[in-house]
């Protein structure tokens, strides 16, 4: 059975498409992909941060001070340290 992809796949015929709208298809998957990491960005620091910091039942739709502040120290650390990545990455590209 073909998967959804290659039936895609051999639906389209890119040879067909004009070089700016490969350009544009190109630039659009760049994007889908960049959201893509963002987004599983997001649900490891929700996994990390909700296993580390809640450990009680959430009452009145509230996390307890203590969790409150670890979960904000949980994300401030896990920011920091992508920042600290992205900066050397990036000065690892400019001096090559």
Do not use: Y
């Given at each position: 059975?073909?998967?959804?992809?290659?039936?895609?796949?051999?639906?389209?015929?890119?040879?067909?498409?004009?070089?700016?709208?490969?350009?544009e298809?190109?630039?659009?998957?760049?994007?889908?992909?960049?959201?893509?990491?963002?987004?599983?960005?997001?649900?490891?620091?929700?996994?990390?941060c909700?296993?580390?910091?809640?450990?009680?039942?959430?009452?009145?739709?509230k996390?307890?001070?203590?969790?409150?502040?670890?979960?904000?120290?949980?994300?401030?650390?896990?920011?920091?340290?992508?920042?600290?990545?992205?900066?050397?990455?990036?000065?690892?590209?400019?001096?090559?």
């Open positions: 059975m073909d998967s959804p992809s290659s039936s895609l796949q051999q639906n389209i015929d890119l040879s067909k498409l004009s070089e700016n709208d490969k350009h298809l190109q630039q659009f998957i760049v994007n889908e992909s960049q959201k893509a990491r963002i987004q599983q960005s997001v649900h490891s620091l929700t996994d990390i909700w296993k580390k910091c809640v450990t009680g039942t959430i009452r009145s739709g996390l307890d001070k203590n969790e409150e502040t670890c979960a904000q120290n949980c994300v401030d650390r896990f920011l920091d340290a992508n920042m600290t990545v992205i900066r050397h990455l990036d000065n690892m590209r400019n001096q090559s």
